[in-house]
């Protein structure tokens, strides 16, 4: 925790952010990793549009964020995507996620 206590900075981010990411791309990451401003874990997020369909992607592997409180989450969502992943799906799941994402744009484009 910052001085001021209003950041965080991950204590062992190897395992709990960047778990089953390609080693090389962890050491990479992990340089660029920066402080969380504490709001992130205290402030209500604001209330995502009516009219957009929700997509998530649930990291099933994850040993940051309890992989059930991500399906809570889910539930809310008109799209899921589940990978056997850890929590960061995006750098050890890409081709999968980049897909997913990518479908859930050209739904949205085509009002669907």
Same mark, same amino acid.
């Given at each position: 925790?910052?001085?001021?206590? &209003? @950041?965080?900075?991950?204590?062992? !981010? ?9 080693? /090389? #791309?962890?050491? %990479? ?9 504490? &709001? @992130?874990?205290?402030?209500?997020? !604001? ?9 998530? /992607? #649930?990291?099933? %592997? ?51």
């Amino acid at each position: 925790m910052s001085r001021s206590r &209003r @950041a965080v900075r991950a204590g062992d !981010a190897e395992q709990s952010i960047f778990s089953g990411v390609d080693p /090389v #791309v962890i050491a %990479e990451a992990v340089k660029r990793l920066n402080w969380q401003g504490m &709001r @992130a874990f205290t402030e209500e997020p !604001a209330a995502a549009p009516a009219d957009v369909p929700l997509a998530y /992607v #649930v990291a099933t %592997e994850d040993p940051a964020l309890p992989p059930a409180v991500q399906e809570q989450w889910a539930a809310h969502c008109a799209h899921r995507l589940r990978v056997p992943s850890g929590h960061s799906p995006h750098l050890s799941h890409t081709d999968e996620v980049a897909a997913f994402l990518a479908e859930a744009v050209a739904r949205a484009a085509t009002g669907g």
